[in-house]
DNA sequence: GTGAAAGCGCTAACAG
DNA sequence: CTGTTAGCGCTTTCAC
């Protein structure tokens, strides 16, 4: 459960100087200069004088660990994220960075790369360092057992980009992934495409189901029939992409387009194409989801849908931030609305600059 | 220096279990117990299965906060970058932050935005927060004076990508920025370019200085002239990149390739050219640095030099943890050999795909 | 192997 | 406005 395991460990051989040594050399009490260091108003102005500058004299350092444990508060606050590697998460990182940074919070970062394990260690760790607030993408398949005991101690947790099951309690903050994934495919379907493959991610995902939902409303809108045999699940990654796509062009009726789960799968789609002796944009339509930046420096630029990351990350942090100031309402449901970006990678009848 | 600021905190109401309630419970005293949870041999088999029962049974939560505060060692590491932004960076921080979860270490983040000031203030929270250690990239310009003071407290500090003014005394991982833009001004004198523009950065950065270096290098190798007036600062930035091209597009006598501090600038001006009308990769040679995984998606895939940034982030972590475990040795210094990545946008004569 | 007592550096509650 | 006293939850001697 805790595993100190010494050798992670690094002692300080120099001692800080305390609160005390400070009161000391001030002439006041410990008590005194505690209240000088937290800029309290009741001092009088040559006492407060007196021990900023023993502070300085003495190279003073405050203890936050010692402050929160004897307080029992926390300003520090976990993100726990899947991946960081992937933009979505970097700049939904940025967002909330950002935002609790300007309200003096410091942030310990967790990544779970979709291990539920690992997600449970992260918030076991988290609990132990008394984070006052956590934000995170929860893992597919996530029960609520472990995040729960995290609501037990009152510790509020906002869930973002990812629902998990029976999460209701939690805050959440996303997008709305059915929109987008009828935007999607309505493009497409106004494209004149019939045979549109849905590629990559995996239905664990409640954003998958989501995107697919959404693909299939487009598709009954249109009185069109799904061919089950063009959904097809893998990795979120290009690799992925790639090999969903040569997957589905051996198909005997082989789509035209391809949506995919998410941009990077997308860029691989595009990959797979070009590997295959085809042009995306020209030969077969693309469209991604999220547009991440690189989405629209892509050969050829990628139509997507925003996803908005950052926003969702400002929005967590923010909502965060009112729980932890005892905001105690009910639980928020943020969804912000997908936008479609069409580029030239699902417009066939354009003509590329190269 | 502290300020507490009342409104940032939560304050905890439901009480946690505590290790003297799990020992009350199980029979023993609080030491016993607390052996236990750090998984000590010197205990029996019995006591030991005790206790851990009535730790799952009262929900028990290691405290690492009090712990760390009363052993005085910490395991949490200080990761401080410029900007999150930046692929660069977030591929060093997948690098750090992998290596250091390995080892049992919490990484708390920070980011600088390339304001000193924010820098100092980060290692004051870092300090205030007893971290075991900091990896950092210096803001450019930086001080050493703050940097000192964690020395000074024996905390191990290991900077990475970007040097600090006599900053010697620090570990540094880094690659070879002057090899770098050697590698790349060379390959551009090679496929016959003599007008050379290098654009975008600051001076002010190491990195900075260091690939002018190498591009003055290979010009004087290859006993050619430099014209200063084609070095052109602008901020790291695509923004910075496309003002950087249209001034230089202006120069009377104008360049045929340009150089860009990193491979976000060498975006910039790509688009920057496609807004003056011209074609990256037939009218006109760029090349980036870094190689981030966009590179190779852009149109067209950018000619670049790999920079490993993953790699320097699990080094920085490696040492970072060899010295958080006692390795007093002294400053190292890794600096990775950087790999010339040959695509289209450099290649005049190519045709390409589109 | 286990227990008793002391104390890490700070803040809280109350006096004065 | 400032000082006194107590104690956050844990680890560390040092007994036994």
Redesign the interface.
Known sequence: ?????D????????A?VTLEQVANHAGVSRATASLV???SPHISKETREKVLNS?KEL???????????R??????VGLIITE??N?FF??L??GV??AL?K?????????TFDSPSKQDALL??M????V??VIMSPVPGCSVDMVE?LK?????VVLVAREMPSGEQFDYIGIDNVAGGRLVTEHLIQQGHRRIAFLGGFSGSSAWRDRKKGYCQAFHQAGLEIDESLIIEAPATRQGGINAIKQALQHPNPPTAAFGYNDIVA?GVMLGL?EAGM?PGRDFAVVGFDNI??SS?????LTTVSAFPQLIGTYAADIL?QR??GDAGEAKRLILQPELVVRESSLLHSD???
């Open positions: 459960m805790s595993q100190a395991g050798d992670i460990m690094t002692r300080k051989k120099r800080r260091v937290r800029g502070m190279g003073y350092i405050y203890d936050r660990v010692a402050a929160n444990l307080s029992q508060r926390s300003s520090t960081i590697g933009p970097s700049e990182l940025v960075h950002e940074d309200e003096g919070y410091t942030v310990i970062l967790g990544t076991s760790t609990l132990e360092y008394r006052g607030g005991r037990q101690w009152e510790i509020p860029f070009k042009i930046q690189e420096m892509f050969n050829p630029p931030h932890m100031n590329h600059q190269f």
